[in-house]
């Protein structure tokens, strides 16, 4: 799907670790349709991950930022705008960690100093990222964030712990932030609630293969793929959708609407004969 439609405008894409990220394939589908673009990722990502080879992939820099940090964030937005030459367009926010589902500590038993960094890294780092923005005034009119959710914000999954909290506080500042830089600059703010990912993120979350495949079996189209995600925000970046914001938006081949599908009336019947 290579259609220009981000030629002319310039991205920061946080959150690509390995070419399985979002992230990553969020960034190839972006140069792709004709954008510039620089990276970033926390510090200790930058040494661990693979950043530098999607850097030459894309033709971009990598700058480094920690989310929680906002001193890290004014310099990401100055350092950008150098590189551009001028103001952005569209910035990715593709970041979580709990620190509870790392060490598998349960929800009940939450070690709560783990559920605030769960909080900063995974949610607040989103108010961060749009408070150095707007501080800035790094964003053009009509510029376009997307960040990631998952439908554990609206619908209890045990695995998922203290990160549902997070993604509900995620859609939160969405609305709330989306509404304030509507009216200040008509940036518009927005997540996309993707369906389960194949990634070094989701991949740690407890029971992560059960509920991938459940998730597949309920969905209507299947599980979107990390590179349906990049293309559906891609289309959130691009002049298509100027008029959508504050929204969580489902990309998740229909589970989000589906009450019970006959594949898994099927499996229980057959477990139950
Ligand atoms: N994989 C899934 O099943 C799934 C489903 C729905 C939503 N999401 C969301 O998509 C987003 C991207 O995750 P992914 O699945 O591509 O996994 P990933 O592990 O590839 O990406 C997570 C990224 O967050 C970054 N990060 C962690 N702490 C950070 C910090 N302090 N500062 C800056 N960056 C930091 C990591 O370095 C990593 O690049 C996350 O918000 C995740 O919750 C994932």
């Known amino acids: 799907m290579e259609h220009q439609i981000l ?3 310039k991205g920061i894409i946080f959150g690509a670790l390995d070419e399985r990220s979002i992230a990553w394939k969020t960034a190839l589908a972006a140069h792709a349709a004709g954008a510039e673009i620089v990276l970033s990722n926390a510090p200790i990502a930058l ?3 693979k950043i530098n080879e999607l850097a030459t992939l894309c033709n971009a820099q990598v700058i480094p930022a920690d989310a929680t940090s906002t001193s890290d964030l004014d310099n990401l937005m ?3 705008m150098e590189i551009f030459g001028g103001k952005i367009d569209f910035i990715l926010h593709s970041i979580g960690m709990s620190p509870n589902v790392r060490k598998n500590i349960s929800y009940t038993n939450t070690n ?4 605030l960094k769960t909080l900063d890294i995974s949610a607040l780092s989103l108010h961060r990222v749009l ?6 005034d790094a964003l053009n009119e009509w510029g376009s964030v997307v960040a990631l959710s998952y439908i554990a914000a609206q619908r209890t999954f045990p695995g ?4 549902g909290d997070a993604k509900a506080l995620l859609e939160g500042i969405t609305r709330s932030f989306g509404y304030h830089y509507g009216f200040a600059k008509k940036v518009r703010v927005n997540t996309i609630s993707q369906s389960p990912t194949v990634t070094s993120a989701g991949s740690g979350v407890a029971g992560f293969d059960v509920f991938y495949e459940y998730a597949e079996k309920m969905s209507p189209l299947g599980n979107a793929s990390a590179e349906d995600c990049a293309n559906y925000t891609i289309m959130l970046f691009s002049d298509y959708t100027r008029m959508v914001t504050m929204q969580n938006l489902f990309h998740d081949g229909g589970f ?4 019970v599908s006959t594949s898994i009336v099927e499996e229980i019947m057959k477990n139950n004969s």
């Open 7 to 9: 030629k002319g405008k």
């Open 47 to 49: 040494r661990m991950g």
């Open 78 to 80: 100055t350092k950008s």
């Open 112 to 115: 709560y100093e783990n559920f």
């Open 131 to 136: 408070q150095s923005a707007m501080k800035a």
């Open 160 to 163: 998922y712990n203290d990160m």
């Open 256 to 259: 989000s609407f589906t009450g």
